[in-house]
Structure formats: C-alpha cells, structure tokens
C-alpha cells in the first residue's frame, strides 16, 4: 500500500487541508487553525463534511486518503455570493 | 441539486465561445463544446444554438488566475474550471483555466469531460457524491469515445427538466457497489497480489489485508484500455496481465501496456469460430493457462507458448456444473468461478466444487 510521506511537517499539511477547504467548502479564513483541538473546530467540522462527500472514511483529520484527494485535480466552486 | 433549485425558464438555450485555448486546434475545442452540449441535450428537452456576436445564456471563456468574478484560477492543477448556476448575466457561464493542459485525449485534461461536467453547473446541477458521475467533483478520464452519462447524472438533470423527447429514454452506467448482491463481474484477475474485479469502466481492488474495497475507472491505471474487459489473468513468472476484450487482448505490465497491442486471440492458437473469451486463469505452478468461452475451454502452455493438444474440452466434465462462467482466478490453490451474482470453490486436486458463495464474498460485507 501506499508508503506514507516522511513526516510531512504539520504545517503543510495544514496549508493544504485548510486551502481546499476554504475553495470548496466555505471554510472562513478567520477559523481557529488547531487540527489537535478536543472541541470540534470549524475545520474539523468542515473536514468531516469533506470526508463524507467523497466517500472517504470520517475521522476528521487529515489521514493519507483525505489528502491524497485533496491533491486531485476537480472542478471549482465559483464564490457566488456577490451575485446573489 | 443546487441551493434554490436554479433552473433556465426555457429550453431552448444558447451559448456562446468568447475566446480559445492555443493548447488546440479551434476546431477541436468547437467539437468537444459541442459533444458535452449534446452529453446534455441526449438525455432532456434542451437544446443548444450556437451565437456569435451576441450575449448568450452560456457564455463559455478560457480564463487566467484572478478573472474579475471574485474566484481566481491556480494555475495548472487544483482547480480547472467552475461554473454558475442558471440565471442573468454571469449566470449559466463556464471558465476554463487557461493554464491547464487541455487535450482532446488522454493526456493532460480532456476538454470534453470537463466541459460536459461544468456545463452540468450551468444547467443546476451541483456535484454529486457518486464516484462514477459526471458530476462527481474530482477529474477522472474516460475515452471520450466510449463516454456515456451516467445513470446519476441523468436522473440528476431529469428531475430538473424532464426527460428526453425520444421514443426510447436513456438510460446510462451505474457505478458498482462493492456489497450490492447483485453485483456480478466481468473479469477478474490477481495483479501483484491484489484482486482486480472488472465491471464495465470500473475496477474494484482489493488487497487481501487491507478491509476497505478501493474503486478505480480502468482508465485511471490505463487510459489505452477500453471498459467491458471480458477476461483477463496474470502471469506472474513474466510480472504481466492479459486482457480480454471481444477478440483482442492487451498485455499490462505495470502501470505500461506492451508495445504492438492489443493483438488478436487467434495468435494464441484459438481457432477464429472463438469471437471472445468469457474467463481465464493461470495455474502458476504448472504454467498452464485455462481460457472459457461458451460451454467449453481450452488449455495453453505458457512455456511452449501454443495450446495443449485434446481441447476443447467441456467445462461440465471437468469442472462440474457451474455453467457460463464470467470470471475465474486462482488463489492459495483454489480455483473460484463466478457465475453471475454465484461463485464457485474448486478443489483442482480433488477435481470437484468444494464450496459455493456469494460473488461478493471478498469485500468484508
């Protein structure tokens, strides 16, 4: 199976979980960034949302499948608020 | 479905191509807006004229990093295109990120498939939870010539406008679900010691210690393959897979398929009344290669490269009643045929069926 990355340093990962969160699922960019945090955080919360969509499984965190999809190629959701 | 369910007032919409991509010939680009226009059109009352030098419902642009509607581009990768919903002005209207690598193939991102997903937005649809739909968000590839919407994507739209104006409505793939108990397989193979399950476009892998059944489009391993792979089997002392379709075959190594194919069946001495092969297995410890068509089957020396002598033989007699047999592979000594949503264990030393299944068994239902 696929041999995990060296330890990809929390940052980065965060960088990349909290990216593609705010471009597909209206994470704010002014949320509390702590993936460790106990009580669910918007990013938490918003992660899960993502897991769920894609079929992957719900943890919450951003484990080797959530962030092997995030790096997926895929369509993007325009910010349509200002038309509507 | 789109928050507020956005839909045209009319069915008669149009559309307009504001600029090109260099990346190809203009006529190719004209064609693939026009097939994914039709992806849609097949399957619902809408139709699509094409204008020139006027506003038009769907207003469809390439478009570089920050384009002025408030959801910049990332540049190749990440995000290549987006869509809005039904309505006035920027409404209906489909960028494209310039910066992608756009092709009419396989290579790069077939304009088409994205083009027919985001035209999908266009018309309020939003992005669904099935692996297999068009509307799926993630980009996966299919031969636009073998490309047929999805039974997702059609129920999607139609819900939305009604069905087709044809005598006959569509109906398109739906994607399989590892423990559905209907699910039955079109070939099935050991790869590097995983299992491959073969239905239509998609390929369901399984590794024997790891629970979760993955679900792949044969085109994201082998974008030259076709779907509706018949048979296949692995030859493990040459690290190849043969793949069966009507009456070629490929030969994969890896993620590579090899030079010069697919080739016809005939090359590994079938005679030319055999038009496909229903299922094969290989014995890697004699090196024999069984293959089933009909009621009967043939028996190939991977060694001596040329079919035994005394076949065909009928599959009743040696192997017992199993009937048409879709998919076979060897595993641990086993023989396991798949008869429909059936499966069969057999013994080859005992020379007898010596358990029967479900043909899901493997998923950890």
Known sequence: ?84 | FTAGNPKWKTNNLTYRILNYTPKMRQADVDEAIQKALSVWSNVTPLTFRKVEDKEADIMISFAYRDHQDNSPFDGPNGQLAHAFQPGEGIGGDVHLDEEEAWTKDGKGYNLFIVMAHELGHSLGLSHSTDPGALMYPAYSYTDPNEFLLPQDDIDGIQAIYGQSNAAVQPTGPVTPQACDPNLTFDAITILRGEIIFFKGRYMLRKHPSRAETELNFISLFWPKLPSGIQAAYENVEKDEVLVFKEDKYWVIRGYDIAPRYPKPIYHLGLPKTVKRINAAYNDENTGKTYFFTADRYWRYDENKKSMDHGYPRKIVSDFGKIGRIDAAFQKDGYIYFFHGTTQFQFDPRAKRIVRQMKSISWFNC
């Not at chain 1, 696929?2 to 990809?8: G, N, S, T």
């Not at chain 1, 597909?24 to 702590?34: E, G, T, V």
């Not at chain 1, 460790?36 to 919360?45: C, D, F, W, Y």
Request: proline content about 10%; charged content about 25%; some cysteine.
């Open chain 1, 1 to 84: 199976f696929p041999v995990p990355p060296e330890a990809e340093d929390e940052g980065k990962t965060l960088q990349i979980v909290e990216t593609y969160l705010q471009n597909f699922y209206n994470l704010q960019r002014d949320h509390q960034p702590h993936l460790r945090n106990k009580s669910e955080s918007p990013l938490t919360a918003k992660l899960k949302e993502m897991q769920a969509f894609l079929g992957l499984e719900v943890t919450g965190k951003p484990d080797l499948d959530t962030l092997e999809m995030m790096k997926k190629p895929r369509c993007g959701v325009p910010n349509i608020e200002q038309y509507i």
